[in-house]
């Protein structure tokens, strides 16, 4: 069955520094990528997605490429600050009316 | 964007009770919507996929006659927690399918349930 598989948490960095938070997955077909986010005692929001092979999503200066090569999407940013501490899910969807397949997430800290 | 709204967003009740979640998308027709149960410092864990206008499929696990779910129209899903108990405790998170985007699920803010 299709899973995804994201690096565990808790991941500590200082204010500017540059993130990556790896995402693999493992799917039948051409699945669609996501990465949300949820922010302490929220609900997830849409952080950004790509829906084939090669597609960049991006957004408040997130970035994830999606790699077929390598069944990877991972989540990068240049420079980190103390708001985007928070838990980041990676999530996968095959198609129509299926259920988002989730990674288990990691938890963002940043300290000023 | 595309916005679910839960209410309510907090509730306390005693054990025995029924709890009612509303789920609403409020700018868009969800001909699906889901229901997730997160733990603290854990991801969602489904319970159960609603179509609007027939039964929800529930998760393995999951007893569909504590968690009775109700999909009544394109806006509108409901999560009912018959009789329950401190260890229905938790944080529900409702997410909706736009028909038009049929791969992206918005989500809602969460449900804090704490059954005393």
């Known amino acids: 069955g299709n899973s995804v598989t994201q690096m565990e948490g808790p991941v500590t960095l200082s204010e500017e520094a540059f993130l990556t938070i790896n995402c693999t997955y493992t799917?039948?077909?051409?699945?669609?990528l996501f990465w949300y986010v949820q922010y302490p005692g929220e609900g997830l929001q849409l952080l950004l997605k790509?829906?084939?092979?090669?597609d960049k999503g991006s957004n408040k200066g997130f970035e994830a490429t999606y790699r077929k090569e390598t069944t990877s999407f991972h989540l990068e940013k240049g420079s980190v600050q103390v708001s985007d501490s928070a838990v980041y899910f990676c999530?996968?969807?095959?198609?129509?009316?299926?259920?988002?397949?989730f990674g288990k997430g990691t938890r963002l800290s940043v300290i000023a | 964007g595309a916005v679910v709204s839960q209410h309510p967003s907090w509730v306390i009740c005693k054990s025995g009770t029924s709890v009612k979640i509303e789920c609403r998308s409020l700018?868009?027709?969800?001909?699906?919507m889901f229901w997730y149960r997160q733990f603290p410092k854990q991801s969602l864990m489904l319970m159960a996929t609603?179509?609007?206008?027939?039964?929800?499929?529930?998760e393995q696990g999951v007893e569909k006659d504590k968690f009775l779910i109700n999909h009544a129209s394109l806006t509108l899903s409901t999560l009912t927690v018959t009789s329950a108990h401190p260890e229905d405790s938790s944080f529900y998170i409702c997410?909706?399918?736009?028909?038009?985007?049929?791969?992206?699920?918005?989500f809602g803010p969460g449900t804090r349930l704490l059954v005393l």
């Open positions: 997410s909706a399918r736009d028909r038009r985007l049929s791969e992206t699920q918005y």
């Open positions: 799917a039948t077909g051409y699945p669609s």
């Open positions: 790509a829906t084939k092979a090669d």
């Open positions: 999530a996968l969807s095959d198609s129509g009316n299926t259920p988002l397949v």
């Open positions: 700018d868009f027709q969800a001909t699906t």
């Open positions: 609603s179509n609007e206008g027939s039964k929800a499929t529930y």
